[in-house]
């Protein structure tokens, strides 16, 4: 890596340090009026070990980014990493891990209980065909299966 930080904070850490699955704080901006984004990084797979696969990723960012708002209306946005590894949540005026924890973990459990993918269709969404409920649940299941791994992000 080179001595000079770079622009973009996930590309200053160490992918071959980190052990997936975790949730950390990944950064915290705040406006000229004074309201703070806290961006988390949602790490599911291993980096350069593992990544979802798209139809199940797309499903899965269709699903968290409906169902989280009904836990919280400090969600921001949550899209997808380009490497298919994770996800990143932005909150606005939401400085609490432990809530983000919940709020992650209540809406993976709606997940589970989904029996539609939201907005999957070609209207609503830019590659409708790309879609599975059932890889988004097995991502859930799995990475809920590891929820007190979520607070340990080196090995």
Not at 1 to 27: C, I, Q, W
Not at 116 to 130: F, L, N, R, Y
Not at 143 to 152: I, S, T
Request: charged fraction near 25%; include cysteine; hydrophobic fraction near 40%.
């Amino acid at each position: 890596m080179s001595e000079t930080p770079m622009n973009v904070e996930s590309f200053n850490l160490d992918h071959t340090r980190v052990k997936a699955p975790y949730v950390r704080l990944a950064g915290i901006k705040t406006g000229e009026n004074g309201d703070s984004i806290h961006k988390y990084d949602m790490r599911i797979c291993q980096p350069n070990k593992g990544h979802m696969e798209m139809p199940a990723l797309h499903s899965l960012e269709h699903l968290m980014a409906e169902l989280s708002r009904n836990h919280s209306d400090k969600v921001v946005d949550i899209s997808p990493m380009g490497c298919q590894t994770g996800f990143y949540i932005a909150m606005i005026n939401h400085d609490d891990y432990d809530g983000v924890l919940a709020l992650i973990e209540k809406t993976l459990q709606d997940i589970l209980a989904a029996e539609e993918v939201p907005a999957c269709t070609e209207m609503q969404c830019g590659w409708a065909a790309s879609h599975s409920l059932e890889g988004a649940q097995a991502l859930a299941r799995d990475f809920l299966a590891k929820r007190d791994e979520w607070h340990q992000v080196f090995a």
